[in-house]
């Protein structure tokens, strides 16, 4: 270090690095890693040594720190005083075909699952992923309205999601009407709910508006388990109606589903029937606001994002604006929660909690505010994974037997998510797609849309 | 072709307070139609205090803002609607509104009074056609059937949203940015975007058009470009037009009528020839020469 004129060996750099890395490693891990404390059966704490598990982490973290000095960082900076190269063609072929690949994939997805893991395999993979993704996706698409195109920051968009269950539930319940009554109905309640929550909300912006958004969202489920004549409090609501089939109900009678069309009875037709009701709901409520985006209201929700002072001197009225926006996203709220409903056949105020808002939340900020697409790949990736790392048995094999991944779930999860947004600051798809143009269609840079205040 | 009495706003004993701090003091001044008028003064005069209260984005502590649409005689029912407590009333073939009355976005879409910021408010992530389409929204909301029509594809908004592109198109035709209609307008250079602004503003084809410092920040090849514009846009369009400007170039040049204010009160009013020899308005942008400085303490009581 003394000798400025000589150049440091790399080589040596990297090691001292990695060494470095793992002194520090060791210092962090020592007291919690390497000692556990158990209480034994006379409820004395015992100290137990865990060297080995201590001394692997280490270990591992200093040879990732090696490898990152020694091959990855210089090929990141190799790679970073490269030219640009133009947009291979692959990509502009993938980008055109993307979407109709994907929606075709959904489409069959269902029988590709039958095919390939029979009815049993296939009830989870349908049901627990296909549905509960699409599910999530609708949301995602309906809170990007308020926060992505809108700027508006709500923490309390599950509220929306339980005034369309419990709309469906009790109504379904109490008046026997049909899912496809309700449907529509669970949405107008839903969007009556978001205006109503629309009007105080209004002249707050930012910090404030989450918060008081975030209050609204427990009010709703603080009234759920409290109104106990009406919701039946902690215990939910249950023997929701299901949705039938043009009539024909999804059971073992002789007049049930597979009765009617001669084949054996499975609860797989309910389920592949509700992963194509979510899925059209999902592409009904992605089309609504693919045109909504193109339409002056839309417009007026983009401006309102970049610049609401302007808006107002353009003659726009910002406090309608802004009420549509709210009613908009939880009316495609409502629909989910409807069908949420009756998917279950059992709600209660457990479904509902703040957890939800802010998964729904992340999903629309990790896809990119706005971006349609970004929204669904982000939900695939939050919900699928969270699905996905609830198999990761193959863990025990490198931890012990005695090591329960499940406990490490959301570890993992939150650890993906830091990694993404260190990655992807502004969301997986940051860039904004012009809404009208005159020659062409240039996609506009994240740094100069706005994120709006509130 | 003008007519020196054909007076289009008509501003009387505007007061603006903010707590002990009076902004602008019982000013009382009109804008003729087809005229640029300049409101000039030096800085802190209370010129966009002047703008804000117009515009709406001020409520005005005391005094009348009237705008009139169509013929003079709308003027005759100022009194009854002042008395009223109506924002408007409807006056043969024009009608008349209190500006004081109503909120900033009604002031804009019914009054249809548009303006300009000091500080540019464009929607910098949005392209720049995009700014001109969002600024005929009311139009385009109506045509979309307040978006139901819209959702379900009629035919009538599409034709509406064709009529509203080439209404933008030719707007940047005209200043200069037909080549960059697709790009984002943070992208634009500066002069570019103080452009655009106007045209945004003109896209939602007002009575009277209201610039804030409109030349601040252009070099002396723009600042003259602009003076092309703003002269352009009131021969051709017959707008009216009301500027706060700080380059003397560009008031002198285009203005046909200037307001001078210094602490909230006007001190002079008339053409720029008139303005350019007034001892107050000398006073207020030099100060005044030595040998008066005794008489001027005097005055004030100093």
């Known amino acids: 270090m003394t000798d400025v004129t000589k150049a440091p060996n790399p080589v040596a750099a990297a090691f001292c690095d990695a060494g470095l890395t793992a002194l520090i490693a060791f210092a962090l891990f020592l007291p919690l890693i390497g000692f556990q404390a158990i209480s034994n059966i006379r409820n004395e704490i015992v100290v137990t040594w865990r060297g080995t598990f201590l001394f692997t982490l280490v270990a591992i973290i200093g040879c990732g720190r090696l490898c990152f000095a020694l091959a990855i960082d210089p090929w990141l900076k190799r790679r970073a005083l490269r030219p640009a190269k133009a947009t291979p063609a692959w990509r502009a072929v993938f980008g055109k075909w993307f979407i109709p690949f994907a929606i075709g994939f959904t489409i069959v997805y269902p029988f590709v699952v039958l095919a390939t893991a029979g009815t049993g395999g296939a009830l989870k993979w349908v049901d627990n992923f296909g549905i509960q993704i699409l599910i999530y996706i609708m949301l995602g698409f309906g809170l990007n309205i308020v926060v992505g195109l809108a700027g508006l920051l709500d923490l309390g968009y599950v509220a929306f999601y339980a005034v369309g269950a419990y709309s469906y539930a009790l109504l379904a319940k109490e008046f026997g009407f049909s899912f496809w009554i309700l449907l529509p109905l669970a949405g107008c309640l839903a969007s009556f709910w978001g205006i109503l929550l629309g009007f105080p909300v209004l002249r707050l912006r930012g910090d404030y508006l989450a918060i008081v958004t975030l209050a609204f969202g427990e009010i709703i489920r603080i009234v759920l388990v409290n109104f106990v004549a009406l919701t039946n409090g902690y215990a939910g609501i249950g023997g929701i109606p299901r949705p039938s089939f043009f009539g024909i109900p999804f059971n073992a009678d002789d007049n049930g589903f597979a009765a009617v069309f001669g084949l054996p009875f499975t609860p797989i037709y309910r389920t592949i029937f509700l992963y194509y009701l979510i899925l059209g709901l999902a592409l009904l409520t992605c089309y609504v606001t693919i045109r909504l985006r193109r339409l002056p209201v839309g417009r007026a929700w983009e401006a309102l994002r970049e610049d609401e002072i302007a808006c107002r001197s353009l003659g726009i009225n910002t406090t309608n604006t802004k009420l549509t926006a709210f009613a908009m996203g939880a009316m495609f709220a409502g629909f989910a929660g409807s069908f949420f409903a009756a998917r279950q056949g059992f709600i209660s105020p457990e479904s509902f909690t703040f957890l939800e808002s802010a998964t729904i939340l992340s999903i629309v900020v990790l896809g990119g505010m706005g971006s349609q697409i970004g929204v669904a790949i982000a939900a695939i990736a939050m919900i699928g994974g969270t699905e996905i790392t609830r198999d990761l048995d193959f863990l025990k094999q490198i931890f012990g037997s005695t090591f329960d991944p499940t406990q490490y779930r959301m570890l993992i999860f939150g650890f993906a998510m830091v990694l993404i947004m260190i990655w992807r600051p502004r969301g997986l798809i940051s860039t904004r797609s012009p809404s009208v143009f005159l020659k062409e269609r240039k996609t506009i840079s994240a740094d100069l849309v706005g994120e709006g205040h509130g | ?302």
């Open chain 2, 1 to 302: 072709m003008r007519d020196p009495a054909d007076i289009l706003l008509r501003v009387e004993q505007l007061t603006m307070r903010f707590g002990g701090l009076v902004a602008v003091d019982h000013l009382s001044f009109e804008a003729r139609k087809g005229e640029i008028t300049a409101l000039i003064g030096p800085n802190g005069a209370g010129k966009t205090t002047v703008f804000n209260c117009i515009t709406g984005f001020y409520k005005p502590t005391e005094g009348r803002i009237g705008l009139r649409h169509g013929g003079m005689a709308a003027w005759d029912g100022l009194e009854a609607l002042t008395d009223s407590g109506k924002r408007q009333a409807k006056h043969g073939d024009g009608a008349l509104f209190l500006l004081e009355r109503m909120p900033d976005y009604l002031v804009s879409q019914q009054a249809r009074v548009a303006r300009t910021f000091q500080n540019i408010r464009l929607f910098p992530g949005m392209t720049v056609l995009e700014n001109l389409m969002v600024a005929q929204h009311n139009r385009l909301m109506l045509a979309s059937g307040y978006t139901l029509l819209g959702v379900l594809g009629f035919p009538s908004y599409a034709a509406a949203e064709r009529a509203a592109i080439e209404q933008a198109r030719a707007w940047l035709d005209r200043v200069g940015l037909i080549g960059r209609a697709d790009d984002p307008a943070g992208d634009l250079p500066y002069g570019a975007q103080r452009r655009l602004e106007i045209a945004r503003a003109m896209c939602t084809e007002p009575v009277l058009l209201c610039l804030d410092e409109p030349a601040a920040g252009l070099n002396p090849r723009e600042s003259a470009e602009l003076n092309e514009l703003l002269l352009s846009i009131r021969t051709d369009n017959h707008m009216s037009i009301l500027l706060i400007e700080h380059d003397m170039s560009v008031v002198m040049e285009i203005s046909d009528h200037i307001v001078v204010l210094d602490y909230g009160v006007k001190i002079a009013d008339g053409s720029p020839e008139a303005v350019r020899n007034d001892e107050k308005v000398i006073a207020a942008y030099l100060g005044v020469p030595d040998a008066e400085v005794a008489k001027v303490e005097a005055e004030v009581g100093a």
